[in-house]
């Protein structure tokens, strides 16, 4: 992953990324990019959390929600925590559920396969 401050394109497709530095840089080509946003929430770690990353959700309160694996999305303006297999999704920002970042769907595809 690269924090960035800025990003351009040009017309040939080809992306400008600037360092959040603002001095450093690199160009890419569109389909090697996979821009992540932020979604201004933090794991149970202090790690940040962004769109694509696969998490893991956990609690030690009974009744509360059970813990699952799946990949963070954006769906009608809300960031949701999806897991295709089981055909669920629950709200990324909760009070009793934590989170914790077990990879991304760039790197760490494997993390979701076969995952309940």
């Known amino acids: 992953m690269y924090p960035v ?16 530095d603002g001095k450093n840089g690199i160009e890419l080509i569109d389909e090697e990019a996979h821009l992540m946003p932020y979604t201004g929430l933090h ?4 790690r940040e959390i962004y ?20 990949q963070v999305i954006m769906r009608e303006g809300s960031w949701l925590i999806e897991n295709e297999k ?3 999704a629950i709200e990324l920002f909760s009070e009793i559920t934590s989170r ?9 595809p494997e993390l979701l396969e076969g995952k309940q």
């Not at 401050?5 to 959040?20: C, F, K, R």
């Not at 914790?100 to 760490?108: C, D, K, L, P, Q």
């Open 51 to 70: 769109e694509g990353d696969i998490v893991r959700t956990g609690t030690d309160n009974i009744g509360d929600p059970d813990p699952m694996i799946g």
């Open 5 to 20: 401050s800025n990003i351009e394109w040009d017309i040939d497709d080809h992306i400008w990324v600037t360092a959040d």
């Open 43 to 46: 794991d149970k770690n202090g």
């Open 86 to 88: 089981m055909q669920e």
């Open 100 to 108: 914790e970042v077990i990879g991304n769907i760039f790197e760490n």
